[in-house]
């Protein structure tokens, strides 16, 4: 509890700041930056894979496939915000806080390495390369030009012989993303962190864009759903706020009849199995409702 301190004083211990204040010749303190408050002309820093770096999204810079017109491009001008990106093709949740190399570039920084006192926004996306765990899915269980191939439940029947080796992963990927995401918290005190998860690219029924067995259907799903969660997790656990991409992108799949997604042959600028620009305009508007949220 607090001691009370008579009302006199009280009186005399403030007079005596104020006839202080007034002798000084110092200049006033500058006022404490306050946490989650964004800004015109305020740091952004964006971290995350290529569902971040936006490849074929505009101009696409080589190495990382950092596009243009990217939903980190898209906050930054509608909250005219000065951005940072750092987010990279291919980038696991370790490249947070370890360099890593992009399979056609040079070797990057950790990303947390951008984020600064000052920073004021990060948003953050990572889990689908740890352990590379989307690029052997689709290698292995999408499967262009064969009907046989896309009878059964092949990739489940494997799955089960490695002892749930995707919901395995995703209980890893998810510890991961808690150390990573915390890193970043820790390293930027008095940003708004945001993580951004994944859209919903599994199909309810295989198409010719995504050519799966029809029985290892809720497999890709389980693994997307996992994703997912395992982001909230993260953001859950570190406090930060998380941007449900997942549900916004609902009946707009990779096989939908409005796919915000390509699948193997893109039908407008993406790079297969990456999302459309609408998708990306869709991500840019629910941070961006988010952060204007948050103000006071």
Same mark, same amino acid.
């Given at each position: *509890?607090?001691?009370?301190?008579?009302?006199?004083?009280?009186?005399?211990?403030?007079?005596?700041?104020?006839?202080?204040?007034?002798?000084? &010749?110092?200049?006033?303190?500058?006022?404490?930056?306050?946490?989650?408050? +964004? $800004?015109?002309?305020?740091?952004?820093?964006?971290?995350?894979?290529?569902?971040?770096?936006?490849?074929? *999204?505009?101009?696409?810079?080589?190495?990382?496939?950092?596009?243009?017109?990217?939903?980190?491009?898209?906050?930054?001008?509608?909250?005219?915000?000065?951005?940072?990106?750092?987010?990279?093709?291919?980038?696991?949740?370790?490249?947070?806080?370890?360099?890593?190399?992009?399979? %056609?570039?040079?070797?990057?920084?950790?990303?947390?390495?951008?984020?600064?006192?000052?920073?004021?926004?990060?948003?953050?996306?990572?889990?689908?390369?740890?352990?590379?765990?989307?690029?052997?899915?689709?290698?292995?269980?999408?499967?262009?030009?064969?009907?046989?191939?896309?009878?059964?439940?092949?990739?489940?029947?494997?799955?089960?012989?490695?002892?749930?080796?995707?919901? $395995?992963?995703?209980?890893?990927?998810?510890?991961?993303?808690? %150390?990573?995401? &915390?890193?970043?918290?820790?390293?930027?005190? &008095?940003?708004?962190?945001?993580?951004?998860?994944?859209?919903?690219?599994?199909?309810?029924?295989?198409?010719?864009?995504?050519?799966?067995?029809?029985?290892? +259907?809720?497999?890709?799903?389980?693994?997307?759903?996992?994703?997912?969660?395992?982001?909230?997790?993260?953001?859950?656990?570190?406090?930060?706020?998380?941007?449900?991409?997942?549900?916004?992108?609902? $009946?707009?799949? *990779?096989?939908?009849?409005?796919?915000?997604?390509?699948? *193997?042959?893109?039908?407008?600028?993406?790079?297969?199995?990456?999302?459309?620009?609408?998708?990306?305009?869709?991500?840019?508007?629910? +941070?961006?409702?988010?952060?204007?949220?948050?103000?006071?």
């Amino acid at each position: *509890m607090p001691t009370r301190l008579p009302l006199a004083a009280v009186v005399l211990v403030a007079a005596s700041l104020l006839v202080a204040g007034c002798d000084s &010749n110092e200049p006033a303190p500058a006022p404490a930056p306050s946490p989650g408050v +964004v $800004g015109p002309g305020d740091e952004y820093v964006a971290m995350g894979d290529s569902y971040t770096s936006g490849p074929r *999204m505009g101009h696409t810079q080589a190495g990382c496939l950092r596009g243009s017109k990217s939903y980190p491009f898209l906050v930054a001008d509608e909250l005219k915000l000065d951005l940072t990106d750092v987010s990279c093709g291919g980038a696991t949740s370790e490249a947070v806080w370890n360099s890593y190399t992009p399979p %056609h570039g040079t070797t990057q920084p950790p990303q947390v390495s951008a984020v600064t006192d000052s920073t004021a926004l990060v948003t953050f996306s990572f889990g689908g390369n740890d352990e590379h765990l989307y690029s052997k899915f689709l290698a292995v269980c999408v499967t262009p030009g064969s009907d046989e191939a896309l009878r059964g439940s092949p990739c489940t029947r494997i799955d089960k012989k490695a002892y749930g080796y995707v919901h $395995g992963v995703i209980s890893r990927t998810r510890d991961r993303l808690v %150390h990573s995401l &915390n890193r970043v918290v820790t390293a930027a005190p &008095n940003a708004q962190v945001v993580v951004v998860g994944y859209p919903r690219f599994a199909p309810e029924h295989p198409c010719a864009e995504f050519p799966i067995a029809e029985g290892d +259907v809720a497999l890709a799903l389980r693994l997307n759903r996992g994703l997912v969660r395992a982001q909230k997790h993260a953001a859950e656990e570190a406090g930060a706020d998380y941007v449900d991409l997942f549900a916004a992108t609902e $009946g707009h799949d *990779m096989c939908a009849k409005d796919p915000w997604l390509a699948g *193997m042959e893109p039908t407008a600028p993406a790079a297969p199995y990456h999302p459309y620009q609408k998708e990306q305009q869709v991500a840019a508007d629910l +941070v961006t409702e988010l952060v204007r949220k948050s103000q006071p």
